[in-house]
């Protein structure tokens, strides 16, 4: 039998390590790439070839869920499992609607991302059944795709000025859909509302 090739894209070099070493033990499963940057998925996976790619759902350069469309696109024969935290559990519909074959908690027993790999790869699903659960509760984003836009980048750290300039907007334009954001989430400012939107799971 030949063995699952996983690729792992987690920021975080500890835990990145980790789940090498722990998926190394698995006889069937063999890791041919791992990075920490959401912009290496695509490029590296179009090198190495992965069956399966393990994606944690924030990560720097650009989100795992952007990150997972684009694979799919690119790479449509590679499946992909979402890692979250249990905070974000609302990003399962988005998930889905990204192609996305799995979705895991990141604290899951190591047995289950095997378990998970296995089945994917084999064209099945894998979904935590405590975010299946929690998709039940998730509301619908009461905000435009292009707010979506402006509070995503906004999280990242992006000011009015730099927003603006990478979405080809004017800057009292995106002044005005951060004022309607807050507004539409019933936040007390800009910060509330990125902490609501990230509870929610409609950013990433």
């Known amino acids: 039998m030949l063995s699952v090739r996983v690729l792992i894209a987690e920021d975080v070099s500890m835990l990145r390590g980790a789940l090498v070493a722990l998926l190394e033990l698995e006889w069937d499963l063999e890791v041919v790439a791992a990075v920490g940057r959401g912009d290496a998925i695509v490029p590296t ?26 694979l799919h696109r690119q790479l449509p024969n590679c499946r992909t499992i979402m890692l979250t935290g249990l905070g974000r559990s609302g990003t399962l519909r988005r998930a889905l609607d990204a192609r996305v074959s799995g979705f895991l908690l990141k604290d899951s027993d190591p047995q289950r991302l095997a378990h998970a790999i296995r089945a994917v790869a084999a064209g099945q699903r894998a ?78």
């Open 45 to 70: 996976a179009l090198r190495t070839q992965p069956d399966v790619a393990v994606i944690d759902i924030s990560l720097p350069g650009i989100d795992g869920l952007s990150a997972a469309m684009e």
């Open 127 to 204: 979904i935590d059944p405590e975010l299946a659960l929690s998709a039940w509760d998730v509301q619908d984003s009461p905000l435009t795709r292009r707010e979506l836009e402006v509070l995503r980048l906004a999280a990242q750290g992006a000011e009015a000025e730099e927003i603006a300039g990478r979405l080809y907007l004017s800057k009292g334009t995106v002044r005005n859909y951060l004022t309607s954001i807050v507004t539409k989430l019933n936040a007390r400012n800009r910060v509330d509302a990125i902490r609501i939107a990230e509870q929610a799971g409609w950013i990433p």
